[in-house]
């Protein structure tokens, strides 16, 4: 793997060896593989932030491969892109907060659930066996999203309580 200067003293194999366990454990729960390589590579590095090419060499990836990765992680607000100062290169920098911020991109799924499935309960009458299936499963996703806006305020004091202010 590329080092950064601050990262001049770890041992590549072994940055590269989390890189690809942590990538392989995303991948296991559904992200796709190159996206989760990618991930994991900003993820390991101490700025958490690197081009392109620096990540297309790390990870031994074409540009192409890179680019899709990127484009994919940005959509999910893992990552955003950055322009270097006075320059076309693009950085790509995972957040300190990328967990929360793809979990509360998440709510705004769960809102478009939430009325297609009244929509549903709605048209398919709330007395017959599909619109209580219907019902029930509205009433999980209201339930959910309630424990999710509780749970990331709960995380918000936590991080700042743990890690300051940010």
Same mark, same amino acid.
């Given at each position: 793997?590329?080092?950064?200067?601050?990262?001049?003293?770890?041992?590549? +194999?072994?940055?590269?060896? %989390?890189?690809?366990? %942590?990538? #392989?454990?995303?991948?296991? $729960?559904?992200?796709?593989?190159?996206? $989760?390589?990618?991930? =994991?590579?900003?993820?390991?590095?101490?700025?958490?932030?690197?081009?392109?090419?620096?990540l297309g060499e790390s990870l031994?990836? &074409?540009?192409?491969?890179?680019?899709?990765?990127?484009?994919?992680?940005?959509?999910q607000h893992m990552v955003a892109?950055?322009? +270097?100062?006075? &320059?076309?290169?693009?950085?790509?920098?995972?957040?300190?907060?990328?967990?929360?911020? #793809?979990?509360?991109?998440? +709510? #705004?799924?769960?809102?478009?659930?939430?009325? =297609?499935?009244?929509?549903?309960?709605?048209?398919?009458?709330?007395?017959?066996?599909?619109?209580?299936?219907?019902? +029930?499963?509205?009433? %999980?996703? *209201? %339930?959910?999203?309630? *424990?999710? =806006?509780?749970?990331?305020?709960?995380?918000?004091?936590?991080?700042?309580?743990?890690?300051?202010?940010?």
């Amino acid at each position: 793997m590329t080092t950064e200067p601050a990262e001049a003293g770890r041992d590549p +194999e072994a940055v590269s060896k %989390f890189v690809e366990g %942590f990538a #392989a454990q995303l991948v296991e $729960a559904g992200m796709q593989r190159m996206p $989760a390589r990618v991930f =994991a590579a900003l993820l390991a590095s101490d700025s958490g932030s690197l081009t392109s090419a620096e990540l297309g060499e790390s990870l031994r990836v &074409s540009p192409a491969a890179v680019s899709g990765a990127v484009r994919y992680l940005s959509q999910q607000h893992m990552v955003a892109r950055e322009r +270097e100062p006075g &320059s076309r290169r693009e950085r790509y920098r995972v957040h300190s907060n990328q967990w929360y911020e #793809a979990l509360t991109n998440r +709510e #705004a799924v769960l809102k478009r659930w939430e009325s =297609a499935l009244r929509e549903g309960v709605a048209s398919l009458g709330p007395d017959t066996p599909a619109g209580r299936r219907m019902a +029930e499963t509205l009433a %999980f996703f *209201e %339930f959910v999203d309630g *424990e999710i =806006a509780a749970m990331m305020e709960r995380w918000r004091v936590h991080r700042e309580k743990t890690f300051g202010a940010g």
